[in-house]
C-alpha cells in the first residue's frame, strides 16, 4: 500500500514536470536525475564516491522503493553512540567495547590505538527521496498518527518509537552556536550546504574494508586537516532517507582524516574525525562526558569518529 501511494505520487510528479520542464522530476526514473542536480549545485564538485552515493541512496531507476517503508528501519544495528548535544533526554545506544569519544591530542599520540567496527554504508538503506515527493508527506510530532497510517507502521512498535525519536531530535531547538536542519530529499541537503558553506565544497565518508570489530592503530603521519568550517549530517532510521545536519559557527570544531591500521596489519580504514573545542553548551549528561571523565568547557577538544553512515562537508 505505501509503495502504491508514493507510486502514485511519482506518476503525478513526472507528468506535471514534462509539462513544465523540471530536469529533476522527469528523470527520476533514468537514474541521472540526482547527479544533473549535484552537478548543477556544486558544479566543482566531482561526483560522490560508491561509498558516499551508498549513504545517500537517492531514488533513482527500478530501485526507487527498495529503502522505504518500515523495512527500511534497520532495528538491529548496535554500534551507535550519538547523543544529542542538546538539554533533552536522548538514549544511548552502543556497542560494548567500542571507542567513542577522544581528546584531541589522541591524534597525535604515537602509538595511539582505538577499538572499532565499520558497518557497511548500506547498513541503513532508507532511500532519499525526490523534494515534491518528500514535501508531500507529513514530517512533524503532530502528524505522527498520520504518518504511521501512511506507511502502514503499528503505534505501539519498535518501529515507530524510532521514527517518533527520529522527528523529535529534528525538531528539537539548536544549542548555542549550533545551525542544524533535517533534510529528506538530496535538494534539500545540498541546498542547506550551498546556504552555509558555498557551492564549492567537497563530501568526506567513513570507509573501513570489513565490519569486524578490531583494534587500529592511529597512523599520525598520516593524519589530515579537513579544516575548521564544516557540516556534519547523519543518517538517521526512518521510513525514507532523512538526515540530521548541523554545523557549529565560529571554530569550535575541526575536522580530520585519519588513516587506520588494524592489529592484524592488513585491515586498513580512512576514518573522518571531528573534534569539539568548546563543549560549554552541551547536554552535561552526554556520552562523552562520561567517557572522558571531563566536564563541559573549552580547554579539552572532544572528538570522535563518524560512522559510515554520516558525511561531512567542507569547502574546498
Given at each position: 500500500?505505501?509503495?502504491?501511494?508514493?507510486?502514485?505520487?511519482l506518476?503525478i510528479?513526472?507528468v506535471?514536470?514534462?509539462v513544465?520542464g523540471?530536469?529533476?522530476?522527469?528523470?527520476?526514473n533514468?537514474g541521472?536525475?540526482?547527479?544533473s542536480?549535484?552537478?548543477?549545485?556544486?558544479?566543482?564538485?566531482?561526483l560522490?564516491?560508491?561509498a558516499v552515493?551508498q549513504v545517500?541512496?537517492?531514488a533513482?531507476?527500478?530501485?526507487?522503493y527498495?529503502?522505504?517503508?518500515?523495512d527500511?528501519v534497520?532495528?538491529?544495528?548496535t554500534a551507535?553512540y550519538?547523543?544529542?548535544y542538546?538539554?533533552?533526554?536522548a538514549?544511548i545506544?552502543?556497542?560494548?567495547?567500542l571507542?567513542?569519544?577522544?581528546q584531541g591530542?589522541?591524534?597525535?599520540?604515537?602509538?595511539?590505538?582505538v577499538t572499532?567496527r565499520?558497518l557497511k554504508?548500506?547498513s541503513n538503506k532508507?532511500?532519499l527521496?525526490?523534494?515534491?515527493?518528500?514535501?508531500?508527506?507529513?514530517?512533524?510530532?503532530?502528524k505522527?498518527?498520520?504518518i504511521l497510517?501512511?506507511?502502514?507502521?503499528?503505534?505501539?512498535?519498535a518501529v515507530a518509537e524510532v521514527m517518533k525519536?527520529t522527528?523529535?531530535?529534528?525538531e528539537?531547538?539548536?544549542i548555542?552556536g549550533?545551525?542544524?536542519?533535517?533534510?529528506?530529499?538530496?535538494?534539500?541537503?545540498?541546498?542547506f550546504t550551498?546556504s552555509k558553506?558555498?557551492?564549492?565544497?567537497?563530501?568526506?565518508?567513513?570507509?573501513?574494508?570489513?565490519e569486524?570489530?578490531?583494534?587500529?592503530?592511529?597512523?599520525?603521519?598520516?593524519?589530515q586537516?579537513?579544516g575548521?568550517?564544516?557540516?556534519?549530517?547523519?543518517k538517521?532510521?526512518?521510513v525514507?532517507?532523512v538526515?540530521?545536519?548541523?554545523?557549529?559557527?565560529?571554530?569550535?570544531?575541526?575536522?580530520?582524516?585519519?588513516?587506520?591500521v588494524?592489529?592484524?596489519?592488513?585491515?586498513?580504514?580512512?576514518?573522518?574525525?571531528?573534534c569539539?573545542?568548546?563543549?560549554?553548551?552541551?547536554?552535561p549528561?552526554h556520552?562523552?562526558?562520561?567517557v572522558?571523565?571531563?566536564?563541559p568547557?573549552?580547554?579539552?577538544p572532544?572528538c570522535?569518529?563518524?560512522?559510515?553512515?554520516?558525511?561531512?562537508?567542507?569547502?574546498?
Open positions: 500500500m505505501t509503495q502504491f501511494r508514493l507510486l502514485c505520487l506518476s510528479f513526472y506535471a514536470s514534462v513544465v523540471i530536469g529533476y522530476a522527469n528523470k527520476v533514468d541521472k536525475s540526482w547527479m542536480y549535484w552537478n548543477s549545485a556544486l558544479p566543482r564538485s566531482s560522490p564516491s560508491k552515493q545517500l541512496n537517492p533513482e531507476g527500478e530501485k526507487i527498495a529503502g522505504i517503508g518500515k527500511a534497520n532495528l538491529t544495528t551507535c550519538r547523543t544529542t542538546a538539554a533533552i533526554e538514549e545506544n552502543m556497542e560494548p567495547g571507542t567513542t569519544y577522544f591530542k589522541d591524534l597525535q599520540h604515537l602509538g595511539k590505538t572499532l565499520f554504508p548500506t532508507a532511500t527521496l525526490p523534494r515534491q515527493v518528500a514535501k508531500s508527506i507529513p514530517f512533524s510530532s503532530s505522527l498518527p498520520e497510517t501512511y506507511f502502514g507502521v503499528k503505534p505501539k512498535s525519536r522527528i523529535k531530535q529534528c528539537a531547538p539548536a548555542k549550533e545551525d542544524k536542519f533535517c533534510a529528506t530529499s538530496l535538494e534539500s541537503l545540498i541546498d550551498v558553506l558555498g557551492k564549492y565544497v567537497q563530501v568526506y565518508s567513513t570507509e573501513g574494508e570489513n569486524n570489530k578490531q583494534q587500529y592503530s592511529i597512523e599520525i603521519t598520516g593524519v586537516s579537513i575548521d568550517k564544516s557540516i556534519v549530517c547523519h538517521e532510521k526512518y525514507y532517507g538526515f540530521y545536519c548541523h554545523k557549529f559557527y565560529g571554530t569550535t570544531t575541526r575536522a580530520y582524516m585519519v588513516p587506520l588494524g592489529a592484524d596489519g592488513v585491515t586498513k580504514a580512512k576514518a573522518v574525525a571531528v569539539h573545542i568548546d563543549t560549554t553548551a552541551w547536554n549528561k556520552l562523552a562526558f562520561q572522558l571523565k571531563i566536564k568547557g573549552n580547554t579539552i572532544v570522535h569518529f563518524l560512522h559510515t553512515t554520516s558525511l561531512l562537508w567542507a569547502p574546498m
